[in-house]
């Protein structure tokens, strides 16, 4: 159980592009789900919080204008790199967690790793 | 600021020995810790998780909690290659909030 999908695993594209990345919950409903980038054997970096039908909450030096998220069911998170740059370039990771016990942990996805020419 | 604290190796045990993997939490209010493991190129996979304080078994995993200290650790028995990876150790703050660490790197030599 507890299986997060997210799509697409690779993408190359050139810059100026935007890049929308799936975040799916499969089988429990996601009421929290974040977004994390990680750099080349550095640390996991959350880049923003978000609860079904509400704003995400963003972290410090992260740009909202950036990077969208869209968290439109308690199953569907999306995150949608505008106007992609080579700095953009990394491994995006998306996680989702059930409910509001402190036993939930956190499931991660198997991440998309995003290189723009 | 909340941190989780962890050495970020790397720490290298010989196949079949016992790996320790050790991590401070600095928010005393941290309701339950999680062990991760992240190989290479990667996203991180759950291993176990613990919220009272002592041991937790998990067939070749132990995890301990000692909240007076504010110290999760974890330990791998009969430790083989392919546990060689990166280990994230994680508390749970509330209000949503999971506070990674930046792991510790585990070779376990062959």
């Known amino acids: 159980g507890a299986v997060v999908s997210q799509h697409p695993s690779w993408v190359i594209c050139k810059s100026g592009t935007s890049v929308k990345i799936e975040c799916r919950s499969l089988d429990f409903q996601a009421t929290t789900m974040f977004w994390y980038r990680q750099f080349p054997k550095q640390s996991l970096m959350l880049m923003a919080t978000?609860?079904?039908?509400?704003?995400?909450?963003?972290e410090q030096g992260v740009e909202k204008d950036k990077f969208l998220i869209n968290h439109a069911s308690l199953t569907l998170s999306t995150l949608t790199v505008t106007s992609a740059h080579p700095e953009d370039s990394s491994f995006y990771i998306c996680s989702a967690r059930e409910g509001e016990a402190f036993s939930q942990p956190q499931h991660f996805g198997d991440g998309t790793r995003l290189s723009i020419l | 600021q909340k941190e989780v604290e962890q050495n970020s190796g790397p720490l290298s045990v010989p196949e079949g020995a016992i790996a320790s993997l050790n991590c401070t939490y600095s928010?005393?209010?941290?309701?339950?810790f999680f062990w991760y493991r992240q190989y290479s190129g990667k996203s991180p996979e759950l291993i176990m998780f613990i919220y009272s304080n002592g041991d937790k078994e998990d067939g070749r995993f132990t995890a301990q909690l000692n909240k007076a200290s504010q110290y999760v650790s974890l330990l791998i028995r009969d430790s083989q290659p392919s546990d060689s990876a990166t280990y994230l150790c994680a508390a749970y703050t509330g209000g949503f909030k999971t506070i990674f660490g930046a792991g510790t790197r585990l070779f376990v030599k062959a």
């Open positions: 978000s609860n079904e039908g509400s704003k995400a909450t963003y």
């Open positions: 928010d005393r209010g941290s309701q339950s």
